[in-house]
């Protein structure tokens, strides 16, 4: 086949389960602008419960006018600087988002970040450049309503703003993109339809309320996941449902919508309790990183201070989030997450990495296996590569990923898992799956791999099977830090964990990408699979 036939193909494989709203929606958002309304705000509601804390969040406004996100400095000393050209799209998105209004501040910093919310709006124009794009317009709002309940009075001129770029966000809502935007603008319409009264907030509430009410159901999975199966943005709108909890409480409302909150809020935090690790951050599945959602500790404490049921401590060898397609697996001291999960839905792959049948391993609280992560949403050969199948510790073959992963959000033939089996006993724990990723190419090649897990090992067990031999290959990412001596593995605190393979390995340099703009050196462990079949094991004492 050709390259443009090839590319026409991967493209068919992309859009055609692409949604009907999408598709009329990104056709909608080209023609549509809108005109800007700028009368005075709606009338403030009356507080009559209390506020709590939200979730903190790193200092990212330093000292006037220097920023921090992402891992990469800049500042706003100008107005042009709100568009800095040098800087990622990611970057800008969050140098609108304002988050540093929830980060640990003394009166001196909280007078700099009154200053910008000024600036902001006298540099940036209605509906023009990037703060005005719906999702972070939605991001901006939450936070301004959170700072100014938490006691922080708005000055002359900031609620009308505010109410400006609702309306701008009423008539520019995400339903080309649907998922995890969608649920962001849902957000600020509610937070903004409880902190004003009237008409128009009514309207606002409302077209929030169902929003959720559409989406919540299809969106929060039977098991609490969230249907991105990206542990990161789980632990986004698992925030975001705190805070809306919280106003919830501050206004006194008895919605339904506010009376299930706290059930979908119990299932969303036990789904990423399982998904954290045990040094307190998240499973790098999918595009995730640390360092954007507030990790399991925060978001634990702030339910505590909502008076939410503590979150019973998880007990058992066995999780498996079989809505999501995820397990864990505890046995002695060490901890194994699994990946049989799906890309994500079916319309809306594009947070999902080619990493199916891989997993990561915790001895104590020491990573030892890995995925790769993720530092960059740009489009270019850093993002394709961290989305690869080599990125992550499962098998490659024929050099191909087990979906098809272009552009910086786009998937094309993905893989499905099948055959799923888990068994459970007192001496071991056994989960297997195959996936069909591979079936495109000749032979039509078929991976299947198992995990048996006892309390001081972990065997991995790979047979890739088709018509003709395909060459394979498997990749056991190490953890930074992680030392491979021999048959050993020596983890930061010095600890061995013995290894073997039924294939000679070789051990290249690689590097691991836990936070967006972040590098850190590592290994990793290669081991062809000539015959098509491999076993290897981990043991730790």
């Known amino acids: 086949m050709t390259k443009a036939g090839a590319d026409a193909l991967r493209l068919f494989h992309t859009v055609r389960r692409l949604r009907p709203v999408q598709v009329y929606g990104r056709a909608w958002r080209q023609l549509k602008r809108g005109r800007i309304d700028t009368r005075p705000s709606p009338p403030v509601r009356t507080v009559i419960g209390p506020w709590a804390a ?66 902001w709006i006298a540099e940036n124009p209605p509906a023009n450049g990037t703060g005005w794009e719906p999702y972070p317009v939605s991001l901006r709002a939450a936070n301004w309503v959170k700072f100014w309940l938490a006691g922080n009075q708005p000055d002359a001129g900031w609620r009308d703003s505010l109410a400006a770029q609702l309306r701008w966000l009423m008539t520019h809502l995400e339903w080309h993109l649907l998922g995890n935007h969608l649920l962001a603008n849902a957000k ?71 009376a299930a909150l706290s059930e979908i809020i119990g299932r969303m935090r036990a789904w990423l309790a399982a998904m954290t690790h045990p040094d307190g951050e998240i499973a790098l599945f999918n595009d995730a990183a ?67 049948l891989s997993f990561e391993l915790s001895v104590g609280d020491e990573r030892v296996i890995v995925n790769g992560g ?109 030392a491979a001596d021999g048959d050993r593995l020596i983890t930061t605190s010095g600890r061995a964990i013995r290894w073997r393979s039924t294939a000679p390995a070789t051990v290249e340099q690689s590097d691991w990408h836990p936070c967006f703009g972040q590098r850190l050196h590592a290994s990793t462990l290669l081991v062809p699979m000539p015959a098509g079949e491999l076993i290897t094991v981990f043991e730790w004492g």
């Open 374 to 482: 993720t530092s960059t949403y740009e489009r270019g050969p850093l993002r394709e590569s961290q989305r690869a199948t080599r990125a992550h510790s499962t098998v490659e073959v024929a050099s191909q990923d087990s979906s098809e992963m272009w552009a910086s959000f786009r998937v094309g033939r993905r893989a499905c898992v099948e055959a799923t089996a888990v068994v459970d006993t007192a001496q071991e724990t056994a989960v297997s799956a195959a996936h069909n990723g591979y079936r495109r190419l000749p032979g039509k090649p078929l991976h299947r791999r198992s995990w048996v897990m006892t309390d001081n090992a972990l065997e991995v067990r790979d047979q890739v099977n088709g018509s003709q031999p395909v060459p394979a290959i498997a990749r056991f990412h190490l953890a930074p830090g992680v």
């Open 54 to 119: 939200p979730a903190p969040r790193e200092r990212s406004l330093h000292t006037a006018w220097r920023t921090r996100f992402l891992n990469h400095d800049g500042e706003i000393a100008q107005a042009s600087q709100w568009e800095d050209p040098s800087q990622t799209r990611l970057w800008l998105y969050n140098l609108h988002y304002f988050d540093d209004l929830a980060s640990a501040s003394d009166e001196q910093h909280r007078a700099l970040q009154r200053k910008l919310i000024s600036r």
């Open 188 to 258: 600020a319409l509610v937070l903004a339809g409880l902190y004003f009264e009237g008409d128009e907030a009514e309207g606002w509430l409302r077209k929030g309320f169902e929003i959720y009410g559409r989406q919540l159901p299809e969106q929060i999975l039977g098991d609490g996941g969230h249907f991105e199966l990206s542990p990161m943005y789980h632990a986004i709108i698992l925030e975001d449902l705190l805070d809306l909890a919280n106003a919830g409480r501050a206004y006194g409302r008895t919605e339904p919508f506010f």
């Open 290 to 356: 640390f360092g954007v959602a507030a990790p399991l500790g925060d978001l634990e404490a702030y339910a505590r201070r909502l008076g939410l049921p503590d979150l019973l401590s998880a007990s058992g060898r066995l999780r498996h989030l079989a809505p999501s397609g995820y397990v864990r697996l505890d046995r002695g001291d060490a901890a194994a997450f699994l990946d049989l999960a799906a890309v994500g839905p079916d319309y809306l792959p594009g947070h999902a990495h080619a990493d199916t």
